[in-house]
């Protein structure tokens, strides 16, 4: 069942035209982005439906799906749109809505990695993949996938076992800090 | 040799480790080539796809550090041989250029004024500026043995009108830079399809899939190596092998080498000292035989 | 309105075939723009005399609007090409003569283009606006004149060179 | 002078932003105004009354009314000015509706705009001249430019009807795209059969002169008197001579060289050749690009087979003149280039689909020549890499229309049909196959299009997937055609044997440089335009040339038809009357002033300006002065901007009329 919610009608297509620059109204549901999409048979919902779920104000089932988690923001339906409409960046756009707004994600290992991802480097200033990958696993508890790949690595020297910390930590650190300032003072 | 390059370089997080061969044979590659390289100081991490699927603001501000330091140490042009750090640079450039608004909120957050004047390359674009001549002058080693699927994946030529790089459904600018060296381009029909991408740890199941239909498609149409021009493309095509060929024994493995490893080949290099001997898939050449 | 509060005064002088026609679409779609220009009607801009610039800043015009067909689409053909290059040149003059460029614009404007119409006109006004009432003319008046008239041999001698 | 003011509410339409009656209060007062009203209608019969009578009574000499657009009533005050004895020139409009009550809210504000801009009429109608209307005669010979369907229909028509026809096509043969169809939409009549009649018509019509392989080169002159310059390009054939049997074509041993245009490249043509087996007129042209004479000197194959000494190797292009009185353009259309890369041209390319790097990856067009029985597989459906009977054909809509990113905004208008058509072709001769069309919209607008889609659907059992498609690609022989169905909300994959691209339909090449030729508008994608989208819809704003078929817009057979048949209507107009009526609006020469500099004669777009020798008593050329041909001027009035003494003035735009205006600011 979906639930309009078009009291809020206005309000998330219009945070998302402030984000990505360009207006939801500019897709006519080609459904060339679907189409082409590389994660296209792993997602609840195709991507051209999520432009229309924010066109028409069903913005709870645009954010609580698991598509925009599983875009993997390779562009391929911005450069084939047939409208311009850059759908890729709209994906961002609605991840981002969503965590601002609480929704539970569906796609949660997904999002724990782009968490510990971030982790890294606003401590480090760089993506320090063993602790990158130890956060991920903790965090997901998947601790046992990948043993296949890791020690390997550690032995060809890919994955140094201690991080690279930049001089401007404390610059980098200050850029994640301000962001999230911002995003207070706007709500 | 004259008219040498100086560029600035942007190694980005995984060349320092994951993808150590694609840094290792880069800097040799370039030091072969006489182009000088220089790190860009002190530099961040471009906050790669996480940043900018979770927080625009974030992305775009951890991108701009970067070109300001850039800016700081005078560089004019500065290469970034990930195809992911590339896309982020040259993207949060554009933005900040077009959206006056936006390039204010990220002076703020960065407290310096951005000036953006400095030109992103991909690695493709570092060779093109370094000169087909050049390149193909040094070549000792005919690699014809080759027949290679040049990989350009998703982020190298998107977006296109941002970029301006090359045909973005039918690229042939690596194509064109392989048969400098004797290898033979094979036509094939996943040049830019994505591999999944980030994907890599939180959903292997995905990046399994695409890898293998992007690697069985090259095998189809007759090539016995793969190249590319990034370390999540390379990350997900050699290393997710070992994944695919549990799920799919009758996998046929191919290897996967950067642009720069085989360059390296043709000028002469061998496979340890370029990091070949890292990868998952084995790669040799055949040994001379006369 | 209160009596002395300043208003900028703008003349414009457009073409019969398209930007009056685009002036009479921004009309019947009932758009608004400001009040505060006048239009004076050829037959095409090609037919603009600099004098009659020269006229309206006399006459205490703060702005002067140029407009006709876009290029290509003149309905003479070529009128509109002959307006551009005397522009050009006229332009660079007054800037010459101190003249902010901004007092005499120019623009293309299709009998379709009522919007487009509706914009030019608030931007000029606009700019008009910012620069304040044009008291120059008096000071330039004689001196004006002559550069005028120097100008336009200038621009027939270019003409005619290049056909 | 004595001068009468007539001010309209126009309804509410005036009289809702502007105080009229405060306006023609104030118009008492400006000098010379003797008379001022204010009425509800002015352009009712009431009100043109008013304005008669006010002309007797008080004896007014001019008169200006306040009411709409010129554009809209001007020719009804004149009308009125003259029937109440007055030159009807000396009327001039104040807009105040479209320039003043519709465009401000204010109505102080718009009040005092509308007194100004009746005092600036005011001031200009005191200087106006009486101007006499100017008779110029009408050549009664019509020009079509392009000989498809719709320049054929509109030359019948103008030569039915009695009027000389002069009918130029740029390629050796009349007919156009519609010869190259198979059947048509929506009645599945074959093409070829129900057009051949009308090209041999054209050829044996008395009072049409057709001039094939030919373009025009230059136009001079205004409606009713166009001087036509066309370049007949050689044929390297004597057509007087030549018999049309064929014999040149078949011997000619340059077999597989030349890119076929008519079979859309999936067949080679000779050397010499005739377009197609039904061309007309039926004379060969050889092709001098690959023709082996012109390489070397050698061959000539065809000189010794034909009988009649037909072949003139040194035959030149020729330069024809014609005086027409009305020109008609049908230079129809072309098709979006699928093979195109994005360096080609403005076309960004369909890279996805293959930029024609699929042999079977075709056109509708393409897929015309196949379906027709008169095409290189005779009908038979054959595709053209290894000419295998394709099991499964995909046909994908809107390809480079409805497309801002890598075509045209604009619905091509036709694809949605003959989409539907092709599938049908298809199925009704491949029963075992399958057919599917992607598609966003199905547009089938006219008479029996939507029962004709239907019947694809519901009898041919063609299967309409709703979505558009993101990638086609070759894998072991089969084209992966990669769509999601938007309504099932299911991503499709079809493995097809051939793909036919509905692409748009596009303006001809070089339409822009013809437009600019003949002097008329186009729109930004190249088709002409008309001088008003809903009433007049076939004539372009240039007096005297008149639009046909999709040179204008994407249009199918039945349309082009009825505007090719309008059009020819419309020259029919204009040779009703021997003379044609001109506004005087022309410019005139001071020859007192002028100093025969002849600036004026080199900016002027319609070379009007003529030499004008003066004598003294002894017949001694004393000056030379600029003299203004009134049949030929426009009244633009770049001469009058140009001239450097002021010595050429435009009627009714006089420098004079204009300073009074800006005086009156
Ligand atoms: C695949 C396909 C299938 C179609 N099927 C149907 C159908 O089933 N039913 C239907 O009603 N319609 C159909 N149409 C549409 C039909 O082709 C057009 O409606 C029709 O051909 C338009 O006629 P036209 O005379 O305006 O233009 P054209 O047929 O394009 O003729 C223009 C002529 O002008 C000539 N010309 C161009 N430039 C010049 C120049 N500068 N000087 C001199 N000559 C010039 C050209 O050589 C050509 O002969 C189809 C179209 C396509 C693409
Ligand atoms: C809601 C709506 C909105 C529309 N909007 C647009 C639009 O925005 N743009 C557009 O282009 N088109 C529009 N149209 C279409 C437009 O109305 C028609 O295209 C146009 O009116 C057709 O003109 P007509 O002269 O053929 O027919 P009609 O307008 O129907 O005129 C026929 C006339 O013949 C008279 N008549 C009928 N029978 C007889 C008889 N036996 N003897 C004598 N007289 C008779 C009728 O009384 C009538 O006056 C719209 C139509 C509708 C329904
Ligand atoms: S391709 Fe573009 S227009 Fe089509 S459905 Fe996707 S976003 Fe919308
Ligand atoms: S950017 Fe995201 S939605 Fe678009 S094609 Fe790639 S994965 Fe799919
Ligand atoms: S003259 Fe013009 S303004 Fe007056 S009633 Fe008629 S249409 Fe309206
Ligand atoms: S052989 Fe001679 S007569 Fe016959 S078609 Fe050829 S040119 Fe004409
Ligand atoms: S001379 Fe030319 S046209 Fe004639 S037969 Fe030889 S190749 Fe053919
Ligand atoms: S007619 Fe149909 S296929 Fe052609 S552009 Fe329009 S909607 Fe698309
Ligand atoms: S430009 Fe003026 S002076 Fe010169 S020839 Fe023409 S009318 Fe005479
Ligand atoms: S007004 Fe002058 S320039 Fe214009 S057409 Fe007439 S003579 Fe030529």
């Known amino acids: 069942m979906t639930t309009h919610t078009s009291t809020h009608a206005s309000t998330i297509a219009d945070e998302i035209a402030e984000k990505t620059f360009q207006d939801v109204s500019l897709c006519y549901q080609c459904g060339k982005c679907s189409a082409g999409c590389p994660v296209r048979y792993y997602m609840d919902v195709a991507p051209n439906k999520i432009v229309r779920f924010i066109q028409l104000g069903f913005y709870e089932e645009a954010l609580k799906s698991s598509t925009p988690w599983l875009c993997a923001g390779c562009q391929t339906c911005s450069t084939r749109c047939p409208q311009e409409f850059d759908l890729a960046k709209f994906m961002d756009a609605v991840r981002e809505l969503a965590l601002e707004k609480g929704v539970k994600v569906k796609e949660q290992d997904i999002l724990k990695f782009h968490k510990a991802f971030l982790h890294q480097i606003e401590n480090f200033g760089r993506a320090y993949e063993v602790g990158l990958v130890a956060e991920y696993k903790l965090k997901t508890m998947h601790l046992f996938d990948d043993v296949d790949s890791a020690p390997g690595m550690i032995m060809k020297g890919k994955l140094k076992l201690l991080p690279h910390v930049i001089k401007g930590r404390k610059a980098v650190k200050d850029i994640f800090i301000k962001t999230a300032e911002k995003k207070q003072t706007k709500k | 040799m004259e008219n040498n390059l100086k560029a600035g370089y942007f190694p980005g997080c995984s060349q320092t480790g994951t993808a150590r061969e694609y840094d290792l044979s880069l800097r040799s590659v370039a030091e072969k080539l006489g182009t000088e390289l220089t790190d860009v100081d002190d530099w961040n991490c471009c906050g790669a796809t996480s940043a900018h699927v979770t927080n625009h603001t974030l992305a775009n501000a951890l991108a701009m550090r970067n070109i300001v330091q850039a800016e700081k140490q005078g560089l004019t042009e500065m290469v970034a041989p990930c195809a992911a750090c590339y896309n982020r640079l040259i993207v949060s450039q554009h933005e900040t250029q077009i959206h006056p608004e936006l390039k204010k909120e990220i002076e703020a957050i960065l407290d310096s004024k951005i000036e953006n004047p400095v030109q992103v390359m991909n690695i493709v674009e570092l060779f093109t500026k370094i000169g087909a001549d050049k390149v193909k002058q040094a070549v000792v080693k005919d690699l014809k043995e080759l027949n290679a699927a040049c990989y350009y994946g998703c982020l190298l030529l998107r977006p296109s009108d941002i970029t301006h790089f090359d045909d973005a459904e039918q690229p042939t600018s690596m194509e064109e830079l392989i048969k400098l060296t004797g290898a033979k381009p094979v036509e094939w029909n996943f040049k830019v399809e994505c591999c999944g991408a980030a994907h890599s740890i939180a959903r292997k199941d995905i990046v399994v899939d695409l890898s293998k239909k992007i690697l069985d498609d090259a095998v189809a149409h007759g090539a016995n190596v793969m190249v590319v021009a990034c370390p999540m493309c390379h990350t997900n095509l050699d290393m997710r092998q070992k994944a695919i060929k549990k799920e799919y024994p009758e996998h046929k493995e191919i290897p996967v080498l950067y642009l720069t490893e085989l360059i390296g080949l043709a000028l002469g290099m061998d496979e340890k000292e370029l990091g070949i001997n890292l990868h998952t898939v084995k790669f040799e050449l055949k040994k001379e035989t006369a | 309105m209160t009596e002395e509060k300043w208003e900028p005064k703008v003349v414009a002088f457009v073409c019969n075939w398209c930007t009056y026609t685009g002036a009479d679409l921004a009309g019947t779609s009932r758009l608004k723009y400001p009040a505060n220009m006048k239009m004076i009607r050829v037959m095409c801009s090609g037919g603009i005399d600099p004098v009659f610039i020269i006229k309206a800043f006399e006459r205490g015009a703060d702005g002067v609007l140029i407009s006709g067909c876009h290029p290509g689409d003149c309905h003479y053909n070529a009128g509109n090409f002959h307006a551009r290059r005397r522009w050009t040149m006229f332009h660079q003059l007054l800037e010459y003569l101190g003249i902010d460029k901004n007092r005499l614009q120019f623009s293309w404007v299709s009998a379709s283009e009522g919007k487009k119409f509706v914009d030019v006109v608030s931007k000029v006004v606009n700019d008009v606006r910012e620069l304040g009432p044009f008291k120059g003319y008096k000071e330039l008046n004689s001196e004006f004149t002559a550069v005028v008239n120097g100008l336009k041999q200038e621009v027939n001698k270019a003409e005619a060179v290049n056909g | 002078m004595k001068i009468g003011v007539f001010i309209c509410h126009c309804g509410e339409n005036i009289g809702r932003t502007v105080d009229c009656p405060r306006v023609s209060k104030a118009a008492e007062w400006f000098p010379g105004v003797v008379h001022s009203v204010d009425y509800k209608y002015m352009c009712s019969d009431p009100g043109q009354n008013m304005i008669k009578d006010a002309i007797r009574e008080k004896g007014l000499d001019a008169i200006v009314v306040g009411s709409c657009s010129p554009h809209m009533h001007e020719k009804t005050f004149r009308k009125a000015a003259l029937d109440a004895g007055i030159n009807p020139f000396l009327c001039e409009m104040a807009n105040l509706r479209e320039h003043v009550s519709w465009v401000?809210?204010?109505?102080?504000?718009?009040?005092?705009?509308?007194?100004?801009?009746?005092?600036?009429?005011?001031?200009?109608?005191?200087?106006?001249?009486?101007?006499?209307?100017?008779?110029?005669?009408?050549?009664?010979?019509?020009?079509?430019?392009?000989?498809?369907?719709?320049?054929?229909?509109?030359?019948?028509?103008?030569?039915?009807?009695?009027?000389?026809?002069?009918?130029?096509?740029?390629?050796?043969?009349?007919?156009?795209?519609?010869?190259?169809?198979?059947?048509?939409?929506?009645?599945?009549?074959?093409?070829?059969?129900?057009?051949?009649?009308?090209?041999?018509?054209?050829?044996?019509?008395?009072?049409?002169?057709?001039?094939?392989?030919?373009?025009?080169?230059?136009?001079?002159?205004?409606?009713?008197?166009?001087?036509?310059?066309?370049?007949?390009?050689?044929?390297?054939?004597?057509?007087?001579?030549?018999?049309?049997?064929?014999?040149?074509?078949?011997?000619?041993?340059?077999?597989?060289?030349?890119?076929?245009?008519?079979?859309?490249?999936?067949?080679?043509?000779?050397?010499?050749?005739?377009?197609?087996?039904?061309?007309?007129?039926?004379?060969?042209?050889?092709?001098?690009?690959?023709?082996?004479?012109?390489?070397?000197?050698?061959?000539?194959?065809?000189?010794?087979?034909?009988?009649?000494?037909?072949?003139?190797?040194?035959?030149?292009?020729?330069?024809?003149?014609?005086?027409?009185?009305?020109?008609?353009?049908?230079?129809?259309?072309?098709?979006?280039?699928?093979?195109?890369?994005?360096?080609?041209?403005?076309?960004?390319?369909?890279?996805?689909?293959?930029?024609?790097?699929?042999?079977?990856?075709?056109?509708?067009?393409?897929?015309?020549?196949?379906?027709?029985?008169?095409?290189?597989?005779?009908?038979?459906?054959?595709?053209?890499?290894?000419?295998?009977?394709?099991?499964?054909?995909?046909?994908?809509?809107?390809?480079?229309?409805?497309?801002?990113?890598?075509?045209?905004?604009?619905?091509?208008?036709?694809?949605?049909?003959?989409?539907?058509?092709?599938?049908?072709?298809?199925?009704?001769?491949?029963?075992?196959?399958?057919?599917?069309?992607?598609?966003?919209?199905?547009?089938?607008?006219?008479?029996?299009?939507?029962?004709?889609?239907?019947?694809?659907?519901?009898?041919?059992?063609?299967?309409?997937?709703?979505?558009?498609?993101?990638?086609?690609?070759?894998?072991?022989?089969?084209?992966?055609?990669?769509?999601?169905?938007?309504?099932?909300?299911?991503?499709?994959?079809?493995?097809?044997?051939?793909?036919?691209?509905?692409?748009?339909?596009?303006?001809?090449?070089?339409?822009?440089?013809?437009?600019?030729?003949?002097?008329?508008?186009?729109?930004?994608?190249?088709?002409?335009?008309?001088?008003?989208?809903?009433?007049?819809?076939?004539?372009?704003?240039?007096?005297?040339?008149?639009?046909?078929?999709?040179?204008?817009?994407?249009?199918?057979?039945?349309?082009?038809?009825?505007?090719?048949?309008?059009?020819?209507?419309?020259?029919?107009?204009?040779?009703?009357?021997?003379?044609?009526?001109?506004?005087?609006?022309?410019?005139?020469?001071?020859?007192?002033?002028?100093?025969?500099?002849?600036?004026?004669?080199?900016?002027?777009?319609?070379?009007?300006?003529?030499?004008?020798?003066?004598?003294?008593?002894?017949?001694?050329?004393?000056?030379?002065?600029?003299?203004?041909?009134?049949?030929?001027?426009?009244?633009?009035?770049?001469?009058?901007?140009?001239?450097?003494?002021?010595?050429?003035?435009?009627?009714?735009?006089?420098?004079?009329?204009?300073?009074?205006?800006?005086?009156?600011?």
Do not use: W
């Open chain 4, 104 to 665: 401000h809210d204010d109505i102080e504000e718009a009040t005092q705009k509308a007194i100004d801009l009746t005092r600036m009429a005011v001031e200009k109608v005191k200087r106006n001249q009486p101007l006499a209307t100017i008779k110029v005669p009408v050549t009664k010979r019509t020009l079509v430019i392009g000989g498809g369907i719709a320049g054929i229909q509109a030359a019948l028509d103008v030569a039915n009807a009695g009027y000389e026809v002069v009918l130029v096509e740029k390629e050796p043969s009349i007919g156009g795209h519609m010869s190259q169809l198979s059947e048509t939409f929506p009645t599945l009549d074959c093409s070829q059969c129900i057009l051949t009649p009308r090209m041999v018509e054209v050829y044996q019509h008395p009072k049409i002169k057709l001039m094939t392989y030919s373009e025009v080169e230059k136009v001079e002159g205004f409606i009713g008197n166009f001087h036509v310059t066309i370049r007949q390009k050689a044929r390297h054939i004597d057509a007087s001579k030549c018999t049309g049997c064929g014999l040149c074509i078949t011997k000619c041993p340059i077999r597989k060289k030349a890119f076929n245009s008519f079979e859309e490249g999936m067949a080679y043509r000779p050397a010499v050749y005739v377009p197609f087996p039904q061309a007309v007129p039926n004379i060969p042209v050889i092709d001098e690009t690959v023709c082996t004479y012109y390489k070397n000197g050698k061959c000539g194959v065809c000189v010794k087979v034909c009988g009649r000494e037909a072949i003139m190797f040194d035959q030149q292009d020729k330069l024809v003149t014609e005086e027409i009185g009305a020109i008609i353009m049908a230079t129809g259309y072309k098709l979006y280039d699928i093979s195109k890369k994005p360096d080609d041209s403005f076309i960004k390319g369909y890279g996805e689909y293959g930029y024609g790097k699929y042999k079977d990856v075709i056109d509708g067009l393409q897929f015309e020549r196949i379906a027709s029985a008169s095409g290189p597989t005779s009908g038979e459906f054959k595709r053209p890499s290894d000419g295998k009977e394709p099991k499964k054909v995909v046909f994908i809509q809107c390809v480079g229309s409805r497309d801002d990113s890598k075509g045209f905004s604009y619905c091509s208008k036709i694809c949605c049909m003959y989409t539907a058509k092709h599938a049908m072709l298809y199925k009704h001769k491949v029963h075992d196959g399958e057919a599917y069309v992607f598609y966003m919209d199905i547009r089938s607008g006219g008479k029996m299009y939507e029962e004709f889609v239907r019947r694809a659907i519901e009898e041919d059992g063609v299967k309409y997937v709703r979505g558009r498609v993101s990638k086609v690609y070759e894998q072991n022989g089969k084209y992966i055609v990669k769509g999601e169905d938007t309504i099932a909300g299911m991503p499709v994959e079809i493995e097809a044997d051939m793909v036919v691209l509905a692409t748009a339909m596009i303006a001809q090449e070089n339409a822009s440089t013809l437009a600019q030729t003949v002097g008329i508008p186009y729109d930004k994608y190249g088709f002409f335009n008309e001088a008003h989208p809903k009433l007049r819809p076939i004539e372009s704003t240039t007096g005297g040339i008149f639009l046909a078929g999709a040179c204008q817009s994407p249009k199918d057979i039945p349309e082009s038809v009825a505007m090719a048949s309008a059009a020819a209507a419309k020259t029919m107009v204009l040779f009703g009357s021997d003379m044609l009526e001109r506004e005087p609006v022309v410019a005139r020469v001071n020859e007192l002033l002028c100093g025969g500099c002849f600036y004026c004669r080199k900016v002027c777009p319609y070379s009007a300006i003529e030499v004008r020798e003066i004598k003294d008593r002894n017949g001694v050329v004393i000056k030379e002065v600029a003299y203004v041909n009134d049949g030929l001027c426009q009244g633009c009035g770049t001469c009058t901007a140009t001239c450097p003494s002021k010595s050429v003035e435009l009627m009714g735009f006089t420098n004079e009329q204009i300073f009074a205006q800006i005086a009156a600011l």
